[in-house]
């Protein structure tokens, strides 16, 4: 049984805490870790620690809290980044206007241009949405198809709203918020409505947060087997499937 977090920060922690956190990992059984950078600095950092950690992959992105208009200068960093060794998707990459409202116009930019690196490097991407869903989706159903494929990160939406990411082929990756933190019924009714072969499961763990680190996510596993009626084993051996299928992994670690 091989638990997976598509979705950490480990950046964020210090670098003596990066350590702890992924020996605790390890211990639980989580063999495969996402972590995401926020900007291309932070993404670069990300490179480096999973070159230097087996079971660690990075993700290269600007999070939208973090957005600014592109330049020549973003656009070739950005390249330099994504053919960089065990980058396996871009993200975290999305919109956010509860954040911030006021960069509206450069997220959709940002997005659009990140979506577009990513079908034309033929990585997936990772999603953050914030109250942002219909110019998310207005985006999205020009973008995603063949050739892009994607997760919604951090789900915590209701029925009406999976039907819409599911509707354009997206993953969604389930993490402590919502299932766990708010236990939120709307989000647990929908959480049953995920096909098998669209879950993932996350952390979203940075250090400034409560979370354990990676370890969490047989939290968040044990939570979706009771509310999906099933076992851990089963929760956690779809969604490693399904990551693996995703980010084009070996099937057997």
């Known amino acids: 049984m091989v638990f997976s977090d598509s979705h950490c920060h480990l950046v964020s922690y210090q670098p003596e805490m990066q350590e ?28 480096r620690l999973a070159q230097s950690h087996k079971g660690v992959l990075a993700g290269v992105g600007i999070h939208p809290w973090n957005a600014v208009p592109l330049t020549d200068e973003i656009r070739r960093h950005f390249n330099q980044l994504v053919a960089r060794d065990k980058v396996v998707v871009i993200g975290e990459i999305g919109l956010d206007y509860a954040r911030n409202p006021q960069t509206k116009e450069i997220q959709k930019e940002l997005l659009k241009y990140q979506l577009a690196l990513a079908r034309e490097r033929g990585l ?3 999603i953050h949405c914030r109250e942002a ?5 207005d985006i999205l159903s020009k973008e995603i198809g063949p050739g892009l494929h994607g997760i919604i990160h951090g789900f915590t939406g209701n029925v009406t709203v999976l039907k819409d990411w599911l509707a354009l082929g997206l993953y969604i990756s389930i993490g402590r918020r919502g299932i766990i933190v708010d236990a939120d019924p ?47 084993e089963d929760i956690t051996n779809t ?8 980010l084009n992994l070996p099937r057997e670690p």
């Open 239 to 246: 969604a490693t499937a399904n990551l693996k299928r995703l």
């Open 20 to 47: 702890k956190v992924l020996e605790q990992a390890i211990t639980k059984g989580v063999d495969i870790i996402v972590s995401l950078g926020e900007t291309l600095e932070a993404s670069e950092e990300t490179i």
């Open 124 to 126: 997936p991407v990772n």
């Open 186 to 232: 709307a989000l647990q009714a929908a959480v049953v409505g995920i096909p098998r072969e669209r879950l993932l499961t996350e952390t979203d763990a940075t250090g400034s947060g409560q979370s354990a680190g990676p370890a969490d996510v047989v939290l968040v596993a044990e939570k979706l087997a009771s509310l999906r009626g099933t076992t851990v």
């Open 133 to 137: 869903h219909q110019d998310m989706l």
